[in-house]
């Protein structure tokens, strides 16, 4: 996953894509949030919010062990499952991406966590 | 009195040889598991299986199991999960049952539970559950388990989840999957995050708080009184068992303290603790009194 992370990282960058973490005061992670601007064609675009979605397992799924991230799958437009493996289950988190029309792209919700 | 009763997930055998107004009986429940080797078809070193035994899960890299690393991997396996379970919890006699006479006073002896596993492969004998099991080939660190595949790292210690404050919450699968095989769900089923009769191996029912998140029967090692569940099922058959030999013509006249108690048993729960409690009198039972200490008994 760690790999996966930084060929997504690396793609993003060049795309010139910039990931933003919300953060409240004395530094700390005010929120989970994250949101990312996506202004570009559409394969960078899903690129992008693939990116957005690593950031968000990477900072939330808190179950580091098992067989790590199987995949990301686009059920639709705008909604995404992330599956992970762990022992006797596979954990699937949906997605629901809002998608501003300046680009931004941002977790509408998030469900199956 | 020994006597069996086979459970379809267990037998289970109570002792109250020893009991007497200081020692308790043992109750055991025996699983036998019946082992099966996957290998690589046709005789082959190396191969593929996938996670969970389904073919649309990943696949991980196996290799034919030695009879060195078998043997050694089903001992392991029986030995440190039967550690783990047995002597854990006690049981309360609340129902009045299995009565210990001393002079003229009787006493009611409470429960330790213990667990056997008997480990063989599959096929020899009769067995309670089979268990597949892959042998990973070295570049491979994790498998796909479940209570009926397991693969020759289960019985390593590995990084289950971490709690609200980040720090790791570590566990052995195998005794997970062992409990499951006693017939213990995970420690969240039943609460409104994980309604039994719906998937009970979502996230959630692994625990949401992290004293439940610590529990064996969720991604940690910790052992509750509610884990006892399978050992309270096989005292309450026992209980029930020995009203119908009271009741018996046959039998030896009954003391009258056995009729007051007889009803009793229909709705003893039979409650679980993790530290010994001594056997009582009838009078401390009806107080509702727990022996904690070893009490001098005239």
Redesign the interface.
Known sequence: MRVMLNRIGLAVLGAGAVAVLVWGAGGAIAEKTMTRNCTMDALNQSICIFGLILDDLKATYPFPGGGGLQSIVQTSTTGFTASLAQEERTDEIDYEIAIADDGSVSIASKSGQ | MRQTIKWPRFDSEINTDACDPYTNGILTLTLRLGFRQINPPAGAAGSTYH??GNPA??SRKIVRWSPAAWESWKTDLCTTAQDYWRGKFWLSNDGGSFLVKKGETYFLPNFKCMLNIEGADAGVGNVHHTVDAVCLDPAEK??????ALYDDQ?TQE?????NSVGKPIMQK?HV??IGHLLGLGHVDEGKPHCPAGSDT???PCYGVSDKDKNSVMG?GMGVREVQAQPWRVALRAFAISEVGRIMDAKAKIVPTSHLFFMPRCAYAVFPASLIEVYPRTIAEMKAGTNVISRLERG
Do not use: T, V
């Open positions: 996670d969970y899960k990943p994790w498998f796909g388990s479940h209570a289960d590995y990084q289950s989840g971490e699968a997970h999957e191996n979502l996230m991604l």
